[in-house]
């Protein structure tokens, strides 16, 4: 269905090809997963199949892309539409329309299908993705998984073979990624779409790929195979496939049902091994608090970085949080987790200032976020937002670092010996937009860290990161907690939740339903559960480190 | 092309549940009707000046936005209309009271302290006695004005404006995608600009002022050239811009008879509005439209698109839209039979009377409130 025949792409400016020797075929009615890690060129080779490489990026491409019959090199993106279908990685720049309806038309009006065919299909896409209810709905008024899943209903009206996916669940919360790839799934085996699919979170996605194009590093030919061999290869994977590979399970489980089967031996191994506590800087709460309201009862030790007390606050008409307590001590690290547009956001922009409260109150070290003057608020919170470009003006690195000192009333040259600590190899006249992405985080968390304030909060930080760059992110993030530095980062990661945090809080419709140990936490829900805590429950092991360590 | 061959390839499993009708159909009125009953509403305001009539027509128009405007983005755009009718009111207050006005008047409300000014600037007042029947005269003025904004309001409150541009011919259809890209974009341009001012704030920097706004300025703009670009792959990629095989004969015509026809239409405005072109000017300026219009039609011919579900101009889009005309010819009707209630006078200075049967007249504005349907609630879904 799609053939690459000996495909390198070099864009314009760049001296080294962003992909080399590409060649592989994906066959018709199967769904075809491409991992590697960040920058090894698989959203060239996605852009490629729908023919925007080289049509609309510029570039050269050598070699031949060939789909469904038809060549890239003769076939304009428009004149593929028919057979190709393509999802970026930001559902709201694909829309045209504005309402849910004229959306899954519009690609169908534009090949000029008949009327009434364009009714049935739009009818049946609405059923099949479980639209119905928001037919007449505006776009933008949707959560970002109904946002998605209309993006994919969008290109599916016109039937096409082959649909192409650039992460389609990476801004997902894990119930809402859940939905989309049942969905992709039900379009692979009933209606026998082939799907060139990318991403990062494995754990979520490989389980549905019948087979994976493996892209081990930039410049190199990817490898296609099954999942099984590929993953035990692979410089990415789950942790499914880790705990495999660490208990030398063979043929390498790749879902948490396959790996329970095995993984009786290890839980025996495991029994008299206590899995070791998060080390928990407060004295843990007396009671089990889970599904209960946090209450300041237990006597602090140390004075809180930040105290929140039956907050509310409306935004937009909506009642963004209700009634929410929390109190964050030093050295402590918080997950703030639920679905998408449970108020997670709203309560870290509340912890800066961003937003202020319609009731109760928000106290950060001694100031009152939403009162206190930024310069002085910078030196007791300090937050990265969900798109880290946001914080980055300057055109260099070097002089990004400069402002930051500057802002923060730091002694000149702080920010730097804080990025070169961080991230040591980035140079000083890189332009911020040339960053990797988790480079560009690093930068935006030293940007913050330059005021050293004791609380930090991240919003959503390890989208669109790589295994490597999570782990990286997470040794960070280890020494600043243990430094003293308490956080609090909202997030859909279960994995970097279970790595990281110490207490989860579970927001559900802007009231905290459930506050506590993450192992407590986490392990009771079983969205939020990692996989290597549904693998060897009931036994409360969280990482595949901590059953290594167990191990050693 | 296409009549359903296309369908062929990959059909929906039986297995799938049959295409389920939605709670109840679509029943969305015809935008065109919404603007042709608004813009008579607004043309009824221009012939009257008394301020119980317009009152009238105002509180016609804003019952029908309040009862039947869609909860969407779009119709949030009544308010604006409404603060900026309010200022237009103050404005032409202001300046009768400041600059004075040609209306003799006895009743003095008060007077300022006039400011003398040179022999050039002659027949320019600056302060001085403020009249009753000036103030009267201009706020009637300003009330009609007002009135017409906020006609305008109500159609831009109440029809979809992407909906109305969806009903251009097929040739304009690209214009009209461009137009419904920029209007979609204003809300993501102002979306983008908060969050960096929020972003600045996180950076310890000021975040109000002209200062704040000014740096927010380039990242804006980078980010609203980069979602454009997006947005163009996405549009390519899904088939805009796919165009039908036209034969060469075809396309000549087409461009000669578009030509041809603006320089018809060109040529028939000049001879009307000339003094010698009197014979002449009608006859050309509609065989100008007749062949730009034709042109139009052929053109269409080079896209291949189809339009999905297009509102119906149905029974009650001619309702609507009636009821609006009515009103305009009604009240142009009494405007000529009866200027005295129409036109209260100020000097001197009388209280305006509501005029029985022109008022009755204004209420039929009333009647799309109870024969269009009434719009569907939704609720916000949260979203992060």
């Known amino acids: 269905m799609i053939r690459f025949e000996n495909v390198s792409v070099t864009y314009d400016g760049v001296p080294e090809p962003a992909v080399h020797d590409v060649d592989f075929e994906v066959p018709e009615g199967e769904l075809v997963l491409l991992v590697g890690p960040s920058g090894v060129g698989k959203s060239t080779i996605l852009g490629a199949v729908s023919g925007l490489v080289p049509h609309f990026t510029g570039g050269t491409l050598h070699g031949r892309v060939t789909v469904a019959g038809r060549d890239t090199r003769t076939h304009k993106p428009r004149e593929l539409a028919d057979v ?14 504005d309402t849910v309806e004229d959306e899954l ?3 169908m009006e ?9 009714r049935r299909r739009v009818e049946e896409t609405l059923d099949l993705l479980g639209l119905a209810d928001l037919r007449h709905r505006p776009i933008s008024t949707l959560s970002g998984g109904q946002q998605q899943r209309v993006a994919i209903g969008s290109v599916l009206t016109p039937h096409p073979r082959v649909l192409v996916l650039d992460e389609p669940t990476s801004a997902l919360d894990p119930v809402a990624a859940e939905e989309v790839l049942a969905v992709l799934q ?7 779409t082939t799907v060139l699919m990318a991403e990062h979170r494995l754990e979520r996605v490989i389980q549905y790929a019948d087979q994976v194009a493996l892209l081990p590093g930039p410049g190199e030919r990817p490898w296609l195979g099954t999942p099984a061999e590929v993953m035990a290869v692979s410089p990415v994977y789950p942790p499914v496939v880790d705990l495999g590979r660490l208990a030398d399970w063979s043929p390498l489980p790749l879902t948490v049902r396959d790996a329970r089967r095995k993984a009786a031996p290890l839980r025996t191994r495991l029994a008299h091994h206590e899995p070791p506590q998060q080390h928990d800087p407060t004295p843990p709460p007396p009671t089990r608090r889970l599904f209960k309201r946090t209450k300041p009862d237990h006597a602090m030790t140390t004075a809180p970085v930040a105290e929140v007390r039956s907050l509310a606050v409306r935004r937009d008409r909506v009642q963004a949080l209700r009634d929410v307590d929390l109190t964050v001590t030093p050295g402590e690290t918080i997950a703030l987790m639920g679905r998408n547009g449970a108020g997670k956001s709203t309560l870290l922009s509340a912890l800066v200032g961003l937003v202020a409260p319609a009731s109760g109150s928000v106290r950060t070290g001694d100031a009152i976020p939403h009162r206190t003057r ?3 608020l910078v030196r007791r919170v300090g937050l990265v937002p969900q798109e880290p470009r946001d914080l980055l003006y300057a055109d260099t690195v070097a002089a990004e ?15 730097r010996a804080l990025l070169t600590e961080l991230l040591p190899s980035v140079a000083d006249d890189t332009h911020p937009r040339d960053l990797s992405e988790g480079q560009r985080l690093t930068l935006a968390l030293a940007v913050v860290l330059t005021a050293r304030p004791p609380l930090l909060l991240l919003d959503e930080p390890t989208r669109g990161l790589d295994y490597a760059a999570k782990a990286r992110l997470v040794k960070i993030l280890r020494g600043l907690a243990s430094e003293g530095h308490a956080i609090v980062m909202a997030t859909h990661d279960v994995e970097l939740a279970a790595e990281l945090a110490h207490r989860v809080v579970l927001l559900a419709e802007g009231e905290v339903i459930a506050d506590g140990p993450s192992a407590e936490v986490v392990v009771a829900s079983p969205s939020f559960a990692p996989q290597v805590a549904k693998i060897l429950a009931p036994q409360h092991w969280l990482t595949v480190s901590q059953v290594r360590e167990a191990l050693r | 092309m296409g009549e359903g061959g296309r369908s062929g390839t990959l059909t929906a499993p039986e297995s799938a549940p049959t295409p389920a009708q939605p709670q109840r159909p679509r029943t969305q009125l015809h935008p065109g009707a919404w603007w042709l009953w608004a813009l008579a509403l607004g043309t009824a305001a221009t012939r009257t000046t008394n301020p119980l009539l317009l009152a009238l027509l105002v509180t016609t128009s804003a019952y029908v936005v309040a009862t039947r405007r869609p909860h969407a983005p779009w119709s949030r755009s009544y308010g604006a209309f409404v603060k900026l009718a309010l200022a237009v009111l103050l404005i032409r207050l202001a300046f009768a009271v400041v600059l004075g006005s040609p209306i003799p008047g006895t009743h003095t409300v008060l007077t300022l302290p006039e400011v003398p000014l040179p022999d050039w600037a002659q027949g320019i007042r600056l302060g001085g006695r403020v009249t009753a029947e000036a103030l009267a005269f201009a706020l009637y003025d300003a009330l009609r004005l007002a009135t017409l904004l906020i006609c305008v309001g109500a159609a831009n409150a109440l029809a979809n404006p992407s909906r109305l541009l969806k009903s251009l011919p097929g040739a304009l259809y690209e214009l009209g995608v461009a137009v419904v890209v920029a209007l979609t974009f204003a809300p993501h341009l102002i979306a983008d600009a908060q969050r960096l001012r929020a972003a600045r704030r996180l950076r310890g920097r000021p975040d109000k002022g002209v200062r704040g706004l000014l740096h927010v300025g380039l990242p804006v703009l980078e980010g609203a050239l980069e979602r454009s670009v997006a947005l163009a792959a996405a549009m390519d990629a899904r088939g805009y811009g796919r165009t039908a095989e036209v034969p060469p004969a075809v396309r000549r015509t087409t461009a000669a008879l578009t030509l041809g026809g603006l320089l018809g239409v060109c040529a028939g405005t000049y001879g009307l509005l000339t003094a010698e072109g009197g014979t002449y000017g009608v ?12 042109g139009l039609r052929l053109g269409g011919r080079r896209t291949l698109r189809t339009r999905y579900r297009p509102d119906p101009w149905d029974a009650r889009a001619w309702l609507v839209t009636a ?6 010819a009604l009240l142009t009707l009494a405007a000529s039979r009866d200027p005295a209630a129409l036109h209260p006078g100020v000097v001197p200075l009388v209280a305006p009377t509501l005029p029985l049967w022109p008022a009755a007249a204004v209420l039929i504005g009333l009647l799309p409130a109870f024969v269009t349907p009434a719009p569907a609630s939704t609720r916000k879904e949260p979203t992060t």
């Open chain 1, 84 to 97: 190709v279908g393509t999802v970026g990685q930001d559902p709201l720049s694909h829309f045209v329309t």
């Open chain 1, 105 to 107: 038309a519009y690609g």
């Open chain 1, 401 to 415: 670092c400069a402002a930051a000192d500057r802002d923060a009333e730091a002694p000149p040259g702080t920010c």
């Open chain 1, 186 to 192: 039900r379009l692979v085996h009933d209606l026998g």
């Open chain 1, 374 to 376: 930024p310069r002085d």
């Open chain 2, 323 to 328: 009821s609006g005309v009515a009103v305009a």
């Open chain 1, 110 to 118: 534009s090949l000029g299908l008949a009327p009434d065919v364009m």
């Open chain 2, 283 to 294: 006859p050309v300026l509609l065989a100008g439209l007749a062949a730009a219009l034709a």
